[in-house]
């Protein structure tokens, strides 16, 4: 008989999911924070979540990105806007 080891169930928490979880903010909750990252998969790609996850940290980081003249930021928060926009008709 081969002896193996117990397989940790894949951890299905974006980056997206997993700091709006660990905010301060009262709003925050499991199911709300499931949502918001499952409107993240379907419309940001990784780069643009873990970018936009440093936003529930550093909110000054998001004021930073929207008024950039750079076009790499504006066109990330084109993209971020989009995102915003969706989560808030899908989740609420």
Excluded: K
């Amino acid at each position: 008989m081969m002896a193996t080891a117990p397989i940790a169930p894949p951890v299905s928490a974006n980056v997206i999911e997993r700091a709006c979880n660990q905010s301060d903010r009262r709003a925050a909750n499991r199911q709300l924070c499931n949502c918001i990252g499952t409107v993240a998969d379907m419309t940001l790609n990784r780069s643009d979540q873990r970018q936009a996850a440093r936003f529930f940290s550093d909110p000054q980081r998001a004021q930073d990105m929207r008024t950039s003249d750079r076009a790499s930021d504006e066109a990330f928060w084109t993209r971020y806007r989009s995102f915003g926009d969706t989560a808030e008709a899908m989740c609420g």
